[in-house]
C-alpha cells in the first residue's frame, strides 16, 4: 500500500482502513465458497468447499469498500448514520462488515467474532436453514432488502425525513440504476428540508455490469453522465480507478468533502438561510466489477466483466485448477495479517470501526421500533356523523377522516414523527383537512397562484406511486407513523413494492431483536364503483386480491361501509404494529347506516348481522343477503328494500362484512372466525347472496372450507366498465339491486313458481335504466334519490 504522493489519509489511516476491507472481502469470498477451513489453517480440499456455489461477488468490494470509509468518518465525526446497499444480492458483503464490527454477533450470538463464528458465518451464507444471499431482515443495520431493485433511494428519503440529526448513506448500484422507480428516487431532494430532515448521500457505484449486460450508466461518457446527475439536482464528485492505495484516499477526500458540505447546507438552513433549495453532494464510485478477484477464469476475462457478477469459479469441488484458483484468491488478502490464531480480527483491523450504536450495523434507526412511540390517535367518536335513523343521511367519509388526520398531524407537530404521503391526490381523496395542520412538502420556489405549500410540510405528494411507498417504508421502518392515500387502481403500481415489504414484516417478525415497526397503512380510495367519470382505466379493484396472498399474520383488508364505520377502522389500523392495513373507503356521499357506537363494535367484530334490516326476526333465515364494501352496502340495502315491499313474508338475514379476514377459517387467519361462528351467521343451508366490492372469487377463495360454501353466491367486479353513470357500473358487472332480487327468487327454491312475477319486474326495471341513462345522462330517478328511510324515492 505504498504511496508516492499522500493527499488525505495518513499512512496509519490508509492501513486501517485498508486491512478492515481486505478482512471484508476475505470473509464475503468465504461467504459464498466455503464451509469448513475458514483461517486456511491447511491446504484447501474439495470437502472445505459447498455442494452449491450461490452468492454474488461482483458488487461485494465496492461495497465492503464503502462501508469501511463510513466506519472512518462515523469515528471521526461522531455521525449519527445508517447505510442502505441498494446493489442486488450484496448480502456477503454487509454481512462480513456487521461480523467484523461486532454488531452481527450482538444479535446473533449464537455466531461469534472468532473462528468457529466465522465457520457458521460461512456456512449459513445461501445454504439451508442459513441467511439469504441478499441484505435482508437477518441482516443488522439494514432496513432495505436487497432481493428487487430500485428503492435504495426513495428508502433512504424516508428514512432521512424528519430525522434531522440521521445522515442515510445510500449505496445506488448501475443495474439498480437502470429502474423506473430509482429514476424518480433522484427527486427526492427536492422534498428534502434541511432544517427538519437529515442528509441524504447517494454513492452511485459503477463497476460497469449487470448479470450479463454492460450497465447504462457505466457506458456513459463522462460529460453526459455529469450533466445527469447535476439535473438531478446533485453536485457529483468523483472517485475511480483500480489501485487500492489511490481509491481509498481518494473516496477518503470526497466523503470529507461530501460532509463538509452536507454540514454547511443545514447550518445555513438552520440559522434562518432561505435562499432556495441546495445542491446536495453525492459520489460517483467507478471500481472494476469483481475488484480483487480472480483475473481470468478458464482463460476467460472475469474481473471487470460481467463474468464476475455472481460465482467466478463455479467448479472448484471437482476442478483441482479452480480449487487451486480459489485457495490463491483466499490467500492474496494475507488472513493471517487480518486474524488472530483464534480468528478474532487483529486490533488495528478495528481502528476505525465506531463503538455501540453507532455502528452501522447497530444504529436504532435501523432497528426503528427500538425508537418507535405511541401515536396520538384521538378518540374518534369526537368527529362521528350523527345518523338519526340508517341510511336517511349521507357524508364523504374521508372528508371526515381528513379531520381525524388533521388532528394527528397537529399532535405530533413538534415530534415530527407522521406523515401523509400521496401522488397529488391528498385534495381529491377528499382529506384536505390535513392542510390545516401541516401545508404540503415543496422545496422549490413558489408562485403567488400556489396552495399549501410549505418548506417543512409532512404532507409529502408525487406523482410516483414508487416514491410514495418507498418514503413510507423509509419512515416506518426508522421508527415512525404514516399513511399512504391512493386511488385503488393505482395503487397496483406498487404491488412488488408491498410484496417486499410482507415479506420483510414476516421475516422481522421471527428476529427477537427487531422491535415491531408501525403498520404500513394504505387508504385505496377513488375506488373501482366511483370511476364512473374516469372510466374503464381507472377500474379496478384487485390489490385486495394480491394483498390476500401475503402472510395471515402479517395483512389485514378493511371494506366500511360508512362514514362511522372508517373512523373506527382508523382508530383500529393506525397504532398498530408489523402488520400491513389495506382499507378500501369511498370519498363520495355515502349513505350513514350505524352510529358510532354501533360502528366501533361492528368493527371490532368484523361482521354483524344487521337486525334492523333484515325480517328473519325469530325465524330461520330462508335467504342471507351479505354485503363487504359501501357500494356493494347499499346495493344490498336497496335489494333488502325491494324483498320487503315485494316478498314481505320472506325470512331475510343481512349480514355486513367490514374486517374481510374474517371470512376465513381461524386456522388460516388469526382474525378468521371459527366454523360455529361463521355457521351461525351464514347458517349451513340457506342460500347466501353476497355483493363484494372486488372481484367475486376472492370470497369464494376466503370461504372455499366452510360448510354452506355450496350455496354461495358472489357478485361483484367483473371487469365491465365504462364512463357511465354510478348505477349503470353496477348493472354492467350484475350487482345492482335488481339483479341481487332475482338472484335471491333464482336460489331460493320455495320461490321459484310464485315470484315469477317480481323477477320479471326487476329484469324490467333493468331494461328501464339502459334506456333511461343512454336517453338522459343521468341515473334513473328511483335509484338516484333512493335511500334506505325513504326506498321509494
Same mark, same amino acid.
Not at 319486474?761 to 334506505?788: C, F, I, L, Q, T
Given at each position: ?297 478458464? !482463460? &476467460? ?6 463474468? %464476475?457478477?455472481?460465482?467466478? *469459479? /463455479? +467448479?472448484?469441488?471437482?476442478?483441482? =485448477? ?116 401541516? !401545508? &404540503? ?6 408562485? %403567488?397562484?400556489?396552495?399549501? *405549500? /410549505? +418548506?417543512?410540510?409532512?404532507?409529502? =405528494? ?101 362514514t362511522n364505520c372508517l373512523l373506527a377502522v382508523a382508530a383500529e389500523t393506525l397504532d398498530t404494529r408489523d ?215
Amino acid at each position: 500500500m505504498a504511496r508516492t504522493a499522500p493527499r488525505h489519509l495518513t499512512d496509519d489511516e490508509l492501513a486501517t482502513v485498508d486491512r478492515y476491507w481486505r478482512a471484508a472481502n476475505y470473509l464475503a469470498v468465504g461467504q459464498i465458497y466455503l464451509t469448513g477451513n475458514p483461517l486456511l489453517t491447511e491446504p484447501l480440499r474439495p470437502e472445505h468447499v459447498k455442494p452449491r456455489l450461490l452468492g454474488h461477488w461482483g458488487t461485494s468490494p465496492g461495497l465492503n469498500l464503502v462501508y469501511a470509509h463510513l466506519n472512518r468518518v462515523i469515528r471521526a465525526r461522531d455521525l449519527d448514520a445508517i447505510h442502505i446497499t441498494g446493489p442486488g444480492h450484496g448480502g456477503p458483503a454487509t454481512l462480513a462488515c456487521c461480523w467484523l464490527d461486532g454488531s452481527y454477533s450482538d444479535v446473533h450470538p449464537d455466531i461469534p467474532r472468532d473462528g468457529e463464528g466465522m465457520r457458521r458465518l460461512f456456512r449459513q451464507f445461501s445454504f439451508p436453514g442459513g441467511v439469504p444471499s441478499h441484505v435482508a431482515p437477518q441482516t443488522p443495520g439494514s432496513i432495505h432488502e436487497g432481493g428487487e431493485l430500485g428503492y435504495s433511494l426513495s428508502h433512504a428519503y424516508g428514512a432521512a425525513f424528519d430525522n434531522p440529526g440521521l445522515l442515510v448513506a445510500a449505496i445506488v448500484g448501475d443495474g439498480e440504476a437502470e429502474t423506473g422507480p430509482l429514476a424518480t428516487g433522484w427527486h427526492g431532494n427536492k422534498f428534502l428540508d434541511p432544517v427538519h430532515d437529515g442528509a441524504v448521500l447517494p454513492v452511485l457505484h459503477l463497476n460497469g455490469y449487470k448479470i450479463a449486460n454492460p450497465a447504462v450508466l457505466a457506458r456513459l461518457d463522462d460529460g453526459e453522465l455529469d450533466h445527469l446527475l447535476r439535473g438531478y439536482g446533485h453536485e457529483p464528485r468523483y472517485v475511480g480507478g483500480d489501485d487500492p492505495a489511490a481509491v481509498h484516499d481518494a473516496l477518503a477526500a470526497a466523503l470529507d468533502d461530501c460532509l463538509d458540505r452536507i454540514a454547511q447546507i443545514q447550518r445555513a438552513a438552520r440559522g434562518g438561510d432561505s435562499s432556495g433549495r441546495p445542491r446536495w453532494p453525492m459520489i460517483v464510485l467507478r471500481t472494476p466489477k469483481g475488484w480483487t478477484g480472480p483475473a481470468e477464469v478458464d !482463460g &476467460k476475462p472475469v474481473e471487470n466483466t460481467w463474468r %464476475a457478477h455472481q460465482v467466478p *469459479l /463455479s +467448479r472448484v469441488r471437482d476442478n483441482p =485448477e479452480h480449487l487451486a484458483q480459489l485457495e490463491a484468491w483466499l490467500r492474496s488478502y494475507r488472513p493471517e495479517e487480518l486474524f488472530d490464531e483464534r480468528g478474532r480480527p487483529v486490533a488495528g483491523l478495528l481502528g476505525q470501526v465506531p463503538h455501540g450504536d453507532r455502528r452501522l450495523g447497530s444504529n436504532p434507526h435501523a432497528n426503528g421500533g427500538r425508537l418507535l412511540r405511541a401515536l396520538p390517535v384521538p378518540d374518534v367518536r369526537r368527529y362521528a356523523v350523527e345518523v338519526p335513523e340508517p341510511g336517511g343521511t349521507l357524508h364523504e367519509p374521508t372528508k371526515i377522516l381528513g379531520e381525524v388526520l388533521r388532528d394527528v398531524m397537529d399532535a405530533t407537530a413538534d415530534r415530527r414523527d407522521f406523515r401523509l404521503f400521496g401522488p397529488d391526490e391528498t385534495a381529491s381523496n377528499r382529506l384536505s383537512a390535513v392542510f390545516r395542520a401541516s !401545508g &404540503k412538502n415543496w422545496q422549490e420556489h413558489r408562485l %403567488a397562484t400556489d396552495e399549501d *405549500l /410549505s +418548506r417543512d410540510g409532512r404532507v409529502v =405528494e408525487m406523482l410516483s406511486e414508487h416514491n410514495c411507498q418507498g418514503w413510507l417504508e423509509g419512515y416506518l421502518l426508522t421508527g415512525r407513523h404514516g399513511l399512504f392515500a391512493s386511488y385503488e387502481a393505482f395503487i397496483h403500481i406498487v404491488t412488488s413494492m408491498a410484496n417486499q415489504h410482507a415479506k420483510w414484516l414476516q421475516v422481522s417478525r421471527e428476529l427477537p431483536w427487531r422491535m415491531p415497526v408501525s403498520s404500513l397503512n394504505y387508504l385505496l380510495t377513488s375506488h373501482v364503483w366511483r370511476q364512473d367519470h374516469n372510466g374503464f382505466s381507472h377500474q379496478d379493484p384487485g390489490f385486495i386480491d394480491h394483498i390476500v396472498n401475503k402472510d395471515p399474520a402479517t395483512i389485514r383488508v378493511y371494506l366500511p361501509p360508512d362514514t362511522n364505520c372508517l373512523l373506527a377502522v382508523a382508530a383500529e389500523t393506525l397504532d398498530t404494529r408489523d402488520l400491513i392495513n389495506v382499507v378500501a373507503a369511498g370519498k363520495q356521499p355515502t349513505f350513514d347506516w350505524l352510529g358510532i357506537e354501533d360502528a366501533v363494535n361492528h368493527v371490532e367484530r368484523g361482521v354483524s348481522v344487521w337486525d334492523w334490516a333484515g325480517t328473519d326476526t325469530g325465524r330461520e333465515p330462508q335467504v342471507v343477503l351479505a354485503a363487504a364494501g359501501d357500494v356493494p352496502t347499499m346495493e344490498i340495502m336497496a335489494a333488502a328494500s325491494l324483498l320487503r315491499a315485494h316478498l314481505p313474508d320472506l325470512a331475510v338475514r343481512v349480514v355486513n362484512v367490514v374486517d374481510l379476514m374474517r371470512l376465513m377459517p381461524r386456522e388460516s387467519h388469526p382474525r378468521g372466525l371459527s366454523d360455529p361462528s361463521f355457521d351461525a351467521l351464514f347458517t349451513t343451508s340457506a342460500p347466501v347472496i353476497f355483493a363484494y366490492h372486488g372481484y367475486p372469487w376472492l370470497i369464494h377463495r376466503l370461504t372455499y372450507s366452510r360448510h354452506n360454501h355450496g350455496n354461495l353466491h358472489v357478485r361483484g367486479y367483473k371487469e365491465r366498465g365504462t364512463t357511465t353513470t354510478p348505477f349503470d357500473m353496477v348493472v354492467l358487472n350484475d350487482m345492482d339491486r335488481y339483479r341481487l332480487v332475482m338472484d335471491v327468487i333464482d336460489r331460493t327454491p320455495s320461490l321459484a313458481s310464485r315470484a315469477i312475477a317480481v323477477r320479471q319486474a326487476m329484469e324490467e326495471k333493468r331494461n328501464k335504466h339502459r334506456a333511461y341513462v343512454r336517453e338522459h345522462g343521468e341515473d334513473m330517478p328511483e335509484v338516484r334519490d333512493w335511500s334506505w328511510a325513504n326506498p321509494l324515492g
